[in-house]
C-alpha cells in the first residue's frame, strides 16, 4: 500500500509536475484518489475535520491503513469511467454536502486520478427549504386569490331582459381585468370593463377595488352620469396613494331599457367597445385620460347612442387587440369588428378567429363580454 502511494505521488508530482499545496489554502474539503480509488492526498482542512496529524506531510504515504478508512468512501467511479466530472449531494457525519469530483490528467490524456472536493451545504439546504416554504404559502395564497377574484366574477344572466355573456381568460392565476352588468334600478343597468396594469396579486387586489368602487359609487351618488362616476373612481383611485407606475383603464356605461340609450365615458380604455345592430356595426370610439396619479386633473366626456331590442354591445380588453401570431403582428381592432360582424355567436365567432390568426398562448388576460339588448 505505501508503496504504491509513493510510486502514483511520485508519477503525479515529478512527472506531471501537478502541485496540490494550493488545496490547503480551500476552505471546503479536498480529497485526491487514484484510479483504484485509493486516498493520495487530503488538504489541511479535511484532515482537521477527521483528526489526521498532518503536521509534516500533506501526503497519507506514511498514513496506516485504518486511519485512511476512517475517510469516507470515493465518489470517482462515474468520473474515471466516463472522464467527466460529477457531482452529488450526500449525507456525511450526518451534515448535508456536496461531492463533486474531477478528472486528473496526464500528458497522454490518460485518467490517473481525481480530485473531490467536499462542500458543506447545511446552510444553502436551509434557504432551499426556507424559500420553499415561502413558495408554497404565496402558491397557496395566489390559490386562494384566484378563488376569490372567480367567485367576483358576474352570472351569466338575463338582467332587465338583456342578457349577458362573457368569457374570460386570465394569462396568469391572477388577472387585472374585471367587468360587471349590474341592475341599478327597473329601468338601468350598468356595465363596465376595466383593466389594471400588470398581473398577479397587486393586480387582483385593484380589481376588487375597482367592483366594488363601481356600485358603491353608483349607489351613493344616484347618478346617471357616466362621467362623474369615472370622475369619482379616479379620486378614490388617488385617495389610495399607490406607487405612480400603477394605473387602470376602463370603459363604463348605463342603459336605460325605458329610453333605449346607452350613455358611456371611457377613461383611456385604448380597446373600443362595438355596438352591432342588424343593419350596422361600429366602434363608440370616445377618448379619456387612464386612472392614475401622474395624469393632470381631468373631466371625463360623456356621449350617448340609441340601442335598440336585439343590438349587441360588445366588450373587451386591450389583451385581445394585442393578441400576437408567431410574425409578431397584432390581431387588432379591426379582425374583431370583422369578428364581430359575422352571423351567430359573437364571442365564439371571436374566438374562431383568434385560433385562426395564431395558436399562440396568451401573454396578456383576455376578457369579452357580450350584452344582447332585450325587448
Known amino acids: 500500500m505505501e508503496e504504491m502511494i509513493k510510486d502514483f505521488s511520485e508519477d503525479i508530482f515529478l512527472k506531471e509536475k501537478v502541485d496540490f499545496g494550493i488545496l490547503n489554502a480551500m476552505d471546503d474539503w479536498v480529497r485526491v484518489v487514484d484510479r483504484d480509488e485509493r486516498t ?219 329610453e333605449k340609450t346607452l350613455t358611456y365615458s371611457n377613461a383611456g380604455h385604448n380597446a373600443p367597445p362595438i355596438v352591432k345592430r342588424s343593419n350596422k356595426t361600429e366602434f363608440l370610439d370616445i377618448t379619456g385620460l387612464p386612472i392614475s396619479n401622474i395624469l393632470p386633473d381631468y373631466e371625463y366626456k360623456e356621449a350617448q347612442v340609441t340601442l335598440n331590442s336585439g343590438d349587441r354591445l360588445v366588450l373587451y380588453t386591450d389583451g385581445l387587440v394585442e393578441f400576437k401570431n408567431y410574425e409578431n403582428e397584432e390581431y387588432g381592432t379591426h379582425r374583431i369588428m370583422e369578428s364581430v360582424e359575422k352571423k351567430g355567436n359573437v364571442i365564439e365567432n371571436i374566438l374562431i378567429g383568434t385560433s385562426d390568426f395564431s395558436w399562440n398562448t396568451i401573454s396578456d388576460d383576455i376578457a369579452i363580454l357580450v350584452l344582447k339588448i332585450g325587448e
Open 40 to 258: 493520495i492526498f487530503i488538504n489541511k482542512k479535511m484532515a482537521n475535520e477527521f483528526a489526521i496529524d498532518l503536521k509534516y506531510s500533506v501526503e497519507l504515504s506514511n498514513l496506516g491503513e485504518e486511519i485512511i478508512e476512517t475517510l469516507p468512501e470515493s465518489f470517482s467511479s462515474f468520473t474515471f469511467k466516463t472522464k467527466k466530472a460529477q457531482s452529488k449531494e450526500i449525507l456525511l457525519n450526518d451534515r448535508a454536502m456536496k461531492v463533486k469530483s474531477s478528472p486528473i490528467f496526464n500528458r497522454k490524456n490518460e485518467v490517473i486520478g481525481a480530485v473531490e472536493v467536499f462542500s458543506d451545504i447545511e446552510n444553502e439546504l436551509g434557504i432551499r427549504r426556507s424559500l420553499f416554504k415561502t413558495h408554497k404559502k404565496v402558491a397557496y395564497d395566489i390559490a386562494l386569490a384566484n378563488k376569490i377574484q372567480h367567485t367576483l366574477l358576474p352570472k351569466k344572466r338575463v338582467i332587465n331582459g338583456s342578457y349577458f355573456d362573457y368569457i374570460y381568460r386570465p394569462s396568469e392565476h391572477l388577472s387585472g381585468d374585471i367587468f360587471d352588468v349590474f341592475k341599478i334600478d327597473d329601468d338601468k343597468l350598468g356595465i363596465y370593463i376595466a383593466d389594471v396594469v400588470g398581473h398577479g396579486i397587486s393586480a387582483a387586489m385593484l380589481t376588487v377595488f375597482v367592483k366594488i368602487s363601481f356600485l358603491d359609487i353608483v349607489e351613493d351618488y344616484g347618478t346617471t352620469s357616466t362621467k362623474l362616476v369615472m370622475g369619482e373612481l379616479k379620486t378614490r383611485f388617488q385617495n389610495l396613494q399607490l406607487d405612480d407606475s400603477i394605473y387602470l383603464t376602463g370603459f363604463f356605461a348605463i342603459y336605460s331599457k325605458k
